[in-house]
Nanobody, 118 residues
Framework: VQLVESGGGLVQAGGSLRLSCEAS????????MAWYRQAPGKERELVARITSDSITNYADSVKGRFAISRDNAKNTVYLQINSLKPEDTAVYYC?????????????WGQGTLVTVSS
């Protein structure tokens, strides 16, 4: 599985962005997809996850502002980010989690940078 993120950029506080992550291969529909982010000097943290059954969960810090969705026909997961804050500045990574024969596999994209100016 290869993951390619896009949609990052420089935006003013209060603005919006939509991140996309396109996956290669035929296992996208069976995968739980997630967005993580890593701010400078901080550890990578889970932002949002959507399971293969489209159940979603969010970090408390982004609830009500971020929305994760998936389009299985396009092998793509999205992250709509609204009401951006300077503290949302980070590299955002797409993650695919797949279970095969009770083993867990994780795949990562290269990341896309989101910079929020105040």
């Amino acid at each position: 599985v290869q993951l390619v993120e896009s949609g990052g950029g420089l935006v003013q506080a209060g603005g919006s962005l939509r991140l996309s992550c396109e996956a290669s291969g035929s296992l996208f529909g069976d995968s739980d997809m997630a967005w993580y982010r890593q701010a400078p000097g901080k550890e990578r943290e889970l932002v949002a996850r959507i399971t293969s059954d489209s159940i979603t969960n969010y970090a408390d810090s982004v609830k009500g502002r971020f929305a994760i969705s998936r389009d299985n026909a396009k092998n793509t997961v999205y992250l709509q980010i609204n009401s951006l804050k300077p503290e949302d500045t980070a590299v955002y990574y797409c993650n695919a989690r797949l279970y095969l024969a009770i083993k867990e596999y994780n795949y990562w994209g290269q990341g896309t940078l989101v910079t929020v100016s105040s």
